[in-house]
T-cell receptor
Framework: DAKTTQPPSMDCAEGRAANLPCNHS???????VYWYRQIHSQGPQYIIH???NNETNEMASLIITEDRKSSTLILPHATLRDTAVYYC?????????????FGQGTTLQVKP | NAGVTQTPKFRVLKTGQSMTLLCAQD?????MYWYRQDPGMGLRLIHY???????AKGEVPDGYNVSRLKKQNFLLGLESAAPSQTSVYFC?????????????FGPGTRLTVL
């Protein structure tokens, strides 16, 4: 199963872009990269996912390198409400069980 | 839609007591999951279910049992609670779909075992 490596913490100024990196050098060709976040004490929230193309939705953008060994989650205009733990996850498991293995994530602190 | 709900929100048990945590979802999702989260750590998968009447073990299944008698409900049981089971428990559900299973999480149950 592919593992991910993320920095334990990052700071970002309010209104600036937050770029959260993730390494997944052992990712398999059919594994997707998912990002979730967990705001203090709440259940995790899905942000975005991708296979090999860059993806964008109303919350964030996901940039995946051509060799798929790393990716970056971009929050284009961070707000104080974006302070959370961000988890980069490579989907594991045979078939379509959808199991997610959470690491320790990156704690993003958005500062005024 | 209420989404994913969990009952109870908080509970304190004594060692050796038993209890059942209830997870309910109203989104007609096939898949349901139980996770635990300990301080400073990510979520760890306890058990999961890919459909009514089916269950499977996750990363940390020991000391827990589950049942999925109805599609909308997923029960997590502790037969004889231990202090090591003090944790926050999250339930999640997801729809089927090739290669894409966004999981929707409940608000969590905070369990303390004394």
């Amino acid at each position: 199963d592919a593992k991910t490596t993320q920095p334990p913490s990052m700071d970002c100024a309010e209104g600036r872009a937050a770029n959260l990196p993730c390494n997944h050098s052992t990712i398999s060709g059919n594994e997707y990269v998912y990002w979730y976040r967990q705001i203090h004490s709440q259940g995790p929230q899905y942000i975005i996912h991708g296979l090999k193309n860059n993806e964008t939705n109303e919350m964030a953008s996901l940039i995946i390198t051509e060799d798929r060994k790393s990716s970056t989650l971009i929050l284009p205009h961070a707000t104080l409400r974006d302070t959370a733990v961000y988890y980069c996850i490579v989907r594991v498991g045979p078939g379509n069980t959808g199991k997610l293995i959470f690491g320790q994530g990156t704690t993003l602190q958005v500062k005024p | 839609n209420a989404g994913v709900t969990q009952t109870p929100k908080f509970r304190v048990l004594k060692t050796g007591q038993s209890m059942t945590l209830l997870c309910a979802q109203d989104m007609n999702h096939e898949y349901m999951y139980w996770y635990r989260q300990d301080p400073g750590m990510g979520l760890r998968l306890i058990h999961y279910s890919v459909g009514e009447g089916t269950t499977a073990k996750g990363e940390v299944p020991d000391g827990y049992n589950v049942s999925r008698l109805k599609k909308q409900n997923f029960l997590l049981g502790l037969e004889s609670a231990a202090p090591s089971q003090t944790s926050v428990y999250f339930c999640a559900s997801s729809p089927t779909g090739a290669n894409h299973n966004e999981q929707f999480f409940g608000p969590g149950t905070r369990l303390t075992v004394l």
